[in-house]
T-cell receptor, first 113, second 113 residues
Framework: SQTIHQWPATLVQPVGSPLSLECTVE??????LYWYRQAAGRGLQLLFY??????ISSEVPQNLSASRPQDRQFILSSKKLLLSDSGFYLC????????????FGPGTRLTVT | GQQLNQSPQSMFIQEGEDVSMNCTSS?????WLWYKQDPGEGPVLLIA?????ELTSNGRLTAQFGITRKDSFLNISASIPSDVGIYFC?????????????FGQGTRLTINP
């Protein structure tokens, strides 16, 4: 069966510091991968998605970037965090093909101080 | 971007009551998905709908894909304390790439024992 991992689970970082959040998926090959941000328990904002290694689509211009160095690894980064980057970051995967179902990881709670 | 109007935003009910929530849009969707998110965790897929008019059940949960393809509803029968959480609808727009979903803003369900 497939599993998705995210780490760290929680992170407190000062403004201006760099960021690296990691997501890995097991039990599937060539998945679509997604990064979402959720503010204050509300809706999900799609940040980036990837259909393959090295292929990144950005949805919202912002202070963040994403990379996919391996088939089942997706990384969210920032060179200098802003206060507004605080939130709950969720990674999701979807099997390539006709079905639209996305499956989410446990999330990373980021607090920028 | 495209919006899904999810209502109600919050519900306060007594244990044992039935619950109904819905999502509507001015656009046509090919797929409707319903997720539940517990506090501090990632959303979990409850039900997926792929055909207009489709009615699908998962235990005490029932969801339907509207005939017009512009709406969907989720019903929960005989609510129990573990039903507490935020419920999200999500859809894949007709004509948009298969990779992305549009999410509603969520319905927060609170149950009084």
């Amino acid at each position: 069966s497939q599993t998705i991992h995210q780490w760290p689970a929680t992170l407190v970082q000062p403004v201006g510091s760099p960021l690296s959040l990691e997501c890995t998926v097991e039990g599937t090959s060539n998945p679509n991968l997604y990064w979402y941000r959720q503010a204050a328990g509300r809706g999900l904002q799609l940040l980036f998605y990837s259909v393959g290694i090295g292929q990144i689509s950005s949805e919202v211009p912002q202070n963040l970037s994403a990379s996919r160095p391996q088939d089942r690894q997706f990384i969210l980064s920032s060179k200098k965090l802003l206060l507004s980057d605080s939130g709950f970051y969720l990674c999701a995967w979807r099997e390539q093909g006709a079905v639209e179902e996305q499956y989410f990881g446990p999330g990373t709670r980021l607090t920028v101080t | 971007g495209q919006q899904l109007n999810q209502s109600p935003q919050s519900m306060f009910i007594q244990e044992g009551e039935d619950v109904s929530m819905n999502c509507t849009s001015s656009s046509i969707f090919n797929t409707w998905l319903w997720y539940k998110q517990d506090p501090g965790e990632g959303p979990v897929l409850l039900i997926a709908l792929y055909k207009a008019g489709e009615l699908t059940s998962n235990g005490r949960l029932t969801a339907q894909f509207g005939i017009t393809r512009k709406d969907s509803f989720l019903n929960i029968s005989a609510s129990i304390p573990s039903d507490v959480g935020i419920y999200f609808c999500a859809g894949q727009l007709r004509g948009q790439g298969a990779q992305k979903l549009v999410f509603g803003q969520g319905t927060r369900l609170t149950i009084n024992p």
